[in-house]
């Protein structure tokens, strides 16, 4: 038994069966609990895709996907809605937030999905708003807030469930270089109290000051696997 988080075995993605060259081919990987990992690579290289298999928002075309001791590559549509809803934050670049809600509403959408009662969701949501210090602004709307405020409040609405694994594909590519290290330090302070979180980025630096370990893929493969250096704890 594997005491890994996150274990992918030989997973391959095809989305062209003509072309010769899949998205993934043959990955391999192991994130133990606990652990902050970098995925990069060159444009095109599966770092997204391999973060959409993780999340269950695409399917491996091979190969196998065990998160948090659950085989997700073979379950059905709703069974994925619940593993996401159970067990995965999500963080996209451009925040993905919907602009005809507050703030406050944004960040409970997940715990609504969820089923969580409306007592429990708002006080789990004001906890993560006064964490993230935006509990000032639970009553705007996204677009009346600055990037850096958009993206705390969109890791709120991942975090309210209290997910076993974050998801981050590019999470500070949007934002200039203050606010992308401020969202970064809310994710090492994060993982200090145990998040396991994953994080595609294409800044090497970043990588390295914030992530434990740096997965480079290129052309779809594991090209390197390593201890980040100057991961700052």
Do not use: W
Not at 176 to 199: K, M, P, S, Y
């Amino acid at each position: 038994m594997s005491n890994s988080l996150v274990e992918l075995v030989n997973v391959t993605k095809v989305y062209d069966a003509t072309s010769p060259q899949p998205a993934l081919n043959r990955v391999s990987l192991r994130i133990p609990a606990g652990e902050v990992t970098a995925i990069m690579g060159p444009s095109g290289s599966g770092k997204s895709t391999l973060l959409n298999l993780m999340a269950g928002l695409d399917r491996a075309t091979d190969g196998s996907i065990r998160v948090d001791g659950l085989e997700i590559t073979r379950l059905g549509e709703a069974a994925l809605a619940r593993y996401r809803r159970a067990k995965i934050g999500l963080i996209f670049q451009f925040f993905n937030l919907l602009n005809n809600l507050t703030v406050l509403d944004n960040v409970l959408i997940p715990a609504q999905l969820a089923g969580m009662s409306v007592r429990a969701a708002e006080q789990r949501a004001q906890e993560l708003l006064d964490q993230l210090a935006i509990a000032d602004q639970a009553t705007r709307y996204p677009a009346r807030l600055s990037g850096g405020q958009r993206q705390r409040v969109a890791i709120a609405r991942a975090l309210i469930n209290r997910p076993v694994l974050l998801l981050a594909d590019e999470p500070t590519g949007a934002l200039d270089t203050h606010n992308g290290e401020q969202v970064l330090d809310l994710f090492r302070d994060l993982n200090d109290a145990g998040q396991t979180i994953v994080l595609v980025t294409h800044d090497p630096r970043l990588a390295e000051r914030y992530a434990d370990r740096i997965v480079t893929l290129v052309d779809g493969a594991v090209a390197r696997d390593a201890v980040a250096l100057e991961a700052v704890r």
